[in-house]
């Protein structure tokens, strides 16, 4: 018995790789444009997307910096999806450093598509202070998060549960998508809230009969806008970053798309520039072909 | 008189939940039928659905729709017959219970150019 069990977790990494390798089939990625913003399109089942979101910047007193999350994107049910994130940083003259992992859980409420459609968000987030992939923006969050030294940064522990409440519309060719963020550090610190709103829209709605990388149905554009909303203890927009974000997405032909986002702060105390952009790639039923692998393992035994 | 209004009531509520049982498409409420498909007929948007389906559709429902697992056929009468509309319909809203995901992201007019190939499959 736990012969099998060693061979299994031997195995397991190979089985995940060649699983992805015999998924060629893609489906059209998640979000639309969005990088922060959630709509209230679900991951198909069985299907897995894999994502690396990056945002690089400078901020005023700091060097340099590029945060990354690498995110795994399976959908457990046609209303229920699952993501994992691994997280990580470089920072110009100091280190690259893993600044801990995510796991976020999105919940569709209503079973049919309606002029606003719900989404319950709930994520566990195990990282430090060193995090900078910002994929979210809370409270007072700001330009001085993404200083200091990496070394002292990650000492300070966040260990959160947040919330969101995604609202997601479609209206001829648009996307319209609404977050509203609550985040609450499981030891101490008061709810954080924050919000993310976006607009979108491929550049022509019907697709053309050839296959192409250029077509304009290939390509979506909108724009963002986010921000901190204080705590419940001081609920506002003083002292509070905000962000104004074009976004375009490009999806080739073959599946990959790519997503760049330069983003503006409005605020004070918001990052002046940061440049986001994120490549992503979706293996159809990757669920089903795992699972037959693992079966086909089964049974050769 | 309390426990034969019981009875009647626990009857209509059978009937309603087998009424709704049947295909996706049979499920349609009957405004949604009335739309047409802006498409229709056009060789264009058959070949323009023909590669959205190979994106969107045919890693659950096969190529050429022949279905697969538990994703049905879509190259049977029922598909085949069924209203522009009662397919526009079920792509839209897509059924959470049987696993099928909305398809309200795609633009409307993708949509249609997928039923314009849906109505091809039959007998491939």
């Known amino acids: 018995m736990k012969s099998g069990l060693k061979r299994c977790r031997r195995r397991a990494p190979w089985l995940l790789f060649t699983a992805v390798c015999l998924c060629p089939v893609y489906a059209l990625a998640g979000e639309g444009p969005f990088l922060i913003t959630y709509t209230h399109q679900m991951e198909e089942p069985g299907n897995l997307e894999i994502t690396t979101k990056s945002v690089t910047g400078k901020p005023a007193d700091g060097n340099r910096f590029l945060g990354s999350a690498l995110e795994f994107e399976y959908g457990l049910k046609a209303w229920w999806t699952t993501e994992v994130y691994l997280d990580g940083q470089i920072t110009a003259r100091d280190s690259t450093v893993f600044t801990g992992y995510r796991w976020e859980n999105r919940f569709r409420v209503l079973p049919r598509e309606h002029w606003i ?5 709930v994520e566990f987030e195990n990282i430090n202070g060193a995090d900078k992939s910002l994929l979210e923006v809370v409270d007072n969050d700001g ?41 609450k550090n499981v030891k101490h610190a008061p709810f954080e809230f924050g919000y993310a709103v976006g607009i979108s829209r491929p550049l022509a709605l019907a697709a053309r009969p050839d296959r192409c990388n250029l077509c304009p149905e290939n390509f979506q554009a909108g724009v963002e806008l986010y921000g901190g909303l204080g705590t419940h203890e001081h609920f506002g927009l003083s002292d509070t970053s905000h962000y104004l974000a074009p976004t375009v997405a490009w999806t080739l032909a073959s599946g990959p798309r790519f997503t760049v986002s330069p983003t ?5 105390t918001s990052a002046k520039f940061l440049l986001r952009f994120a490549v992503s790639y979706e293996l ?4 089903r072909t795992a699972r037959r692998l693992v079966r086909n393992m089964g049974g050769g035994r | 008189m309390n426990r034969l209004k019981t009875l009647v009531l626990v009857l209509l509520l059978a009937v309603a939940s087998w009424a709704r049982v049947g295909t996706l498409v049979q499920q349609a409420p009957p405004k949604a039928k009335e739309l047409s498909n802006p498409f229709d007929g056009q060789k264009r948007a058959q070949l323009a659905g023909a590669k959205l389906f190979a994106r969107e559709c045919a ?13 049905p056929p879509l190259n049977q009468s029922d598909v085949h017959e069924a209203v522009p509309g009662a397919l ?12 099928m995901p909305s398809f309200a992201h795609l633009p409307e007019p993708q949509r249609w150019q997928i039923i314009v190939y849906l109505k091809t499959l039959k007998d491939r």
């Open chain 1, 117 to 121: 459609n719900p989404v319950l968000y």
């Open chain 1, 143 to 183: 330009e001085g998060d993404l200083t200091g030294l990496n070394s002292e940064n990650r000492a300070e522990k966040k260990r959160e549960i947040e919330a969101k409440l995604i609202l997601g519309s479609y209206f001829k060719g648009w996307t319209f998508a609404e977050n509203l963020i609550a985040e």
């Open chain 1, 264 to 268: 503006f702060g409005i605020t004070e």
């Open chain 1, 284 to 287: 159809d039923q990757f669920g």
């Open chain 2, 59 to 71: 890693a659950c429902h096969g190529p050429n729709g022949i279905g697969m697992g538990k994703a």
């Open chain 2, 88 to 99: 526009f319909w079920v792509l839209r809203n897509g059924s959470m219970k049987r696993g």
